[in-house]
């Protein structure tokens, strides 16, 4: 490992000096952009390597004492880094939401670095600032469609905001909810409102017991964080049951009168645009009418699925979303944008006023400045990847991708149904499913078994299919995720399934036949698949028997 | 503008072809990584133009329709956004805390891009995991120098967490403070703690009026919007006077009984490693005292000096750091990385596990998912950015750059003060100061001015300030920021002040002499240069004759 000079002088060179074409580093970048396909497939290692191994070359706590020569250092990241990381371009890494990305993404990074832009404040940012907005009234006029007066009126007005630009989802779900909260319980004669005097001071003044969200089981674990943080307490959470993964709206009004009437106040009902476990849609046109018996705030977690709004032949499952106070939307999901760009948008202009802050040497009154109604401070200008993409898409592309997406997941579907070794848990409302794998004679003996043998067929199931995914994930050829559901036909007993996500563009029906075919090959040389079988001969037989 | 074909064919382009090398995309990459300074000097316009202008290229609230061409896209970003960003490199701005970044980090966000890792769970980022947690643990060597054994034990054990790395300070900020919340309002026989029960629970459940957090007036904007997240509300930030620029502890400890006696908690001190405005530097060592006194945490804003901790020479501006409980540091601000690098550094690897979050399919109890202990879910692999450059600078790297900024704030400094036109308001402990121009007939006649003179000549140079500022900024040849502070010399009048930054490595003394060169011109080409001095002679004249 080579040691820089440290003097002055070499430390310029990092500053103002570019890195030789020949440079390892250099290489890299070329590679990248020649073809990306081929750098991750050459360099990332698909050959199991446990984490503690790994570790090893992540272990020391002390700061490098002496510089190191940068193509030493590119070498070092190869071997350390990119060889053990995640091959999230290649098409059958279809277990979570990271997919490939189109080609410009790898230049504009650079652009973006290059620029290094503050959108905290205009003057670090300027031009950045209106993008940012505009992007933010795109997705505004998708969700909601207002006229043109309204967006002439809003889009750059320095005393209103279309939305909240976030690194994610999570912060874009905070902060929806800490608007809400700041708008419920704002000033009134005799008190200051609850961002200046606090939530205990606001209980009291509004005479509320607890707050409370109401959402599926479904809902991301983001709510659960943001509850947290607001103050409310995760136990104000109320996450109802959904063996048919999607909130029931009599059951969300039921819970939410009961809640009321114990002396509670709900401040949110949140809606699922595309679950995160299956990809289901709640139905939120209903639920938005709750809400308004509720006389709550309607949020709607759309991360994953707001893309479909894109498409004009999918949008209708997303029916009811104008209604929504605020949208969560990621960039980085559905719209093909690299990791860290999420995005509250509120219907109401002023809304975003309930977390108005100001301060002297920036956000000063009557500035356009972003900062000033975000949770986060300094940013980067991920907006423009957002804007780039937007662009270069355009919404006939981005529909294209949509719809191929749920195509993709619907014949991955009818590929699963028609396999005997495996069972569909839930089918795709959008390109999200899962599935289990299961013996045939299980499945036959889950048809007739009693309850108690239901849940030993099932836990055994359930360890099959976490042998499965780890061995395939271990394996390293493909990657699909595993959860744990309630499902209609197990009663409310959890089972443990196969979670997929048809997002990457690259990834082909052969793709898929050949993760099933690896699956049930994994599976069926388990000792718990022979184990199965003669556990569901015993069911079948005694059932036949009673 | 060229309208691209829609078709999958053509979608299925932008994620499997490279750019071609003679595209408008590839020149502005060539160009970025050839000479970025030579980039930017070309293509960001200097001469003025209003946002209002710029909001123009940015007004359309529809989503663009059809695809784009890349090439024809690139035109429209070097003309609309890129004209119109802010030339961070320059030597000559110096008015915000972003520089000049090493060139290394352009083939770096190319690499980030490239792997597009989702930091949130150990599925999504493998390496990345343990790279994370190696330069959160470094980052707590830097600071608390804990021996081997204690690294060995921490450094990657699950159950642990020896900080957050954030999107940026503010939300580190949040994070510390909310772990120091419910850490101070955990369970107890009978009570689940804040985190479940919520706030106004734990305020009955702990016999708590409020719970505050004591901080000085120079207190970043973020601990506000803390305090108003996190439920305590905006008036229980305590933050106290300052003329001197530093928290006084008997002031902090003062305060803090006062509110204790009064039925309240106080929940911390923040003590503030380098301001955002004058970069001033708490007594922290004296402030973890008074917190221990107290009984309550103490937190370290380090966003920006932390970085002094690289030198040897220099880091005994932060004694005392090492009693913190946390501390922010900023990787983007001294540290000269991208935007989007924020760090929470606990003490106590404990800490973390009063906001830790499980889900099903992802953050399992026992994993070593980043995402359980984070306010973030998804994020970027902003962490290999910190630590390649930990690497390619070194410790002793740092250490030049820390040192020299210091030596040229200090450097410039003097100039000020040996310049007849312009009156130093802070000298720099760190690499920032600010001052004001000030014609020597005003500042004479300061120095005899009965208190209401002083305030009618000091509210004449504060529009003297905002006029040359603004009219500096839109020359657009360099740029320096502006604040109110209050001053020892002008009692609890706060004065509008000129705001610089020393941290590129790419400015000179000649840089400098010419900005003030310009201000003075600036200065006295204004009407109110002339009113003032007419306004001191006749304030001299008055008091000469008193």
Redesign the interface.
Known sequence: MGE?Q???K???R??????HKDSK??Q??QH??????D??SQHVVTKKTS?EE??Q??????????????SS?AE??LE???????N??SPTFI????S???????????????????LVK??????????E??VL??M???IYDRD?PF??EY??SARHALGAFC?????AN?TAL?VAR?KLLGPQPGF?G????????A?RHYDIG??GVICSKRG???L??A??????????LLSLPCPAQTLNPEDALREGRRYQEAGNKVLAIVGIGGT??TGHVDPLDELADVAKELGCWFHVDAAWGGATL?SSNNRSKLNGIAKADSVTI?A?KQMYV???A?MAIFKDPEDANA?R???????REGS?DL?ATT???????MA?MVY?T????????YE??ID?NIEKAQSFASMIDAHEDFALTTTPTLSLLTYRVCPPQVQKALSVAGDADKVRLNQKVDRLVVGVQKAQ?EAGKS?V????LECPNTNSQAITVF?VVLAN??TTKTDLQNILAEQVELAKGMRIWKELIKLADQVSHTSASV
């Open positions: 820089a440290v003097s002055l070499h430390l310029f990092v500053f103002t000096k570019p890195e580093l250099a890299i970048e990248l952009s020649d073809n990306i396909m750098f991750l984490l790994i570790e070359d992540f272990s020391l706590p002390a700061v490098p004492e002496s510089p190191e020569f940068v250092h070092s990241l350390k880094l990119v060889a053990h990381s995640v999230t371009y277990g979570h939401m990271t490939a990305l189109p080609y410009f993404h790898l230049p504009l990074s650079k652009l973006l670095v290059g620029l290094n832009q503050n205009i003057e670090t940012s300027k031009a950045f600032t209106p993008l907005r505009q009234g795109m505004h006029n998708l043109e967006y002439e889009l750059h690194s994610g989802g999570t912060i905070i800490w700041n200051s609850v961002a200046r005097a606090g939530l205990a001071a209980y607890n707050l991301h674990y983001s659960s964080k509850v947290d943080a607001l103050g409310l307490g995760r136990e104000q995160t476990e894109f990621d980085h690299p990791m860290g999420g977390v802050h100001h301060a002297q040497y920036i956000l356009k900062g949770l986060e401070g300094s940013r980067n200008g423009m780039s937007l662009h270069i898409l355009g919404r006939r592309g294209l991708i191929q994930r990657f995720s595993r959860t744990r979670r563009p690259l």
